[in-house]
């Protein structure tokens, strides 16, 4: 700084500071040598706080105003000054100015994906992120843990340990939430405020406070997602042996190739899906099953009931016990009954009914 900057300094003493960075929180106030003269103008505006720093330690903490500095402003800093009597010289000392806006749309996400166990898809890979928005709470214990004597500290700088918090504490969350992976999507509110309130006490450790956590997006593995995609098409064809059929009449209904009688083209169509169904279920010409066989039917005359939802249904024949068992409304743990059985069994337990329901993938 050359001489006519200090002697204009001398004479004209006004400390404020006016920045339209959205990522500066702390911002060391520069003056020749730290001096500042006595009665001088200090404008604090709002979202701002100023710290003044005497010789390493923090004095004074000032709040959005405009002040003329001057003993009865600087309470702690005229004591460690010695100032009993008033003093009219310039002084030494820094003035930090913290910015106490907020810090929105800050980003987190996971780095690898997180190992779950789901009760229906056992154990999981998933990954997720989002965004979080925090600020500076107490200005002085933000000085002491983080800043130091950083002249021009940013969120930057911060970032990176603030969202391995965010990711750390997810984990543990998400892990002993208990909740199904196809039921996350309904409780991202949920889950953002209780990571929230478990991360807030950490960042209070350094002088910040978190102030909302959002949950964007929570992802499987492509591979399971594709598996995923599957199940739902197999849940939505039902009865296969009858969609095959549907597929095979309608094809030859309005093929090229039709005979141009509607009737005679639906006949043909379904004669023909009979014969698909056939050649998937029998055993090939000369050679082994192409196909695993499907169950004897059950012996005639039997009627059985089967629990659902809590309530006694039925009674049920064969057929309608594959239809059951297609809509999964029938599994091995179902409990059945028919007349002549002491008690209700689950169906994996009932041989004949278990040879109905297809081994699990």
Known sequence: MGFFDKLFGEFVD?????????????????????????????????SQAAVFVNEGEVADVIEPGMYELETKNLPILSTLQHWDHGLESPFKAEVYFCNMTQFVDLKWGTKNPIMLRDEEFGGVRLRAFGTYATRIK????????????DGHFTIDEISDQLRNLIISRFTNVTGNAG????????????????????????????????????????????????????????????????????QAADALGSGAGGTGDSALDMGMGFA?????????????????????????PLPPGDKWHVAINEQITGPYDSNQLRELITENKLTEESLVWKEGMADWAAAGTVEVVKKLIPPSL
């Not at 339209?20 to 505006?45: P, W």
């Not at 055993?283 to 192409?290: E, V």
């Open 272 to 296: 023909v899906a009979n014969k698909m169904a056939d050649s998937l279920t029998s055993p090939a010409k000369g050679g082994a099953a192409t196909t695993t066989p499907p169950p004897p």
């Open 179 to 246: 909740i199904p992976i196809l039921d996350m999507a309904a409780n991202y509110d949920q889950l953002g405020e209780y990571i929230t309130q478990k991360i807030a006490p950490e960042f209070e450790e350094y002088g910040l406070e978190l102030t909302k956590v959002l949950i964007e997006n929570i992802s499987l593995p492509s591979s399971v997602e594709e598996a995923l995609d599957k199940r739902t098409s197999m849940g939505m064809i039902g009865n296969l042996d009858e969609y095959l059929k549907y």
């Open 14 to 46: 006004v400390i404020e500071w006016t920045d339209d960075s959205n990522d500066t929180m702390i911002y060391r106030f520069e003056r020749y040598g730290n001096e500042i003269k006595y009665g001088a103008k200090l404008t604090v505006r709002e």
């Open 138 to 149: 107490d200005p002085v214990k933000f000085i002491k843990e983080i800043v130091g004597t």
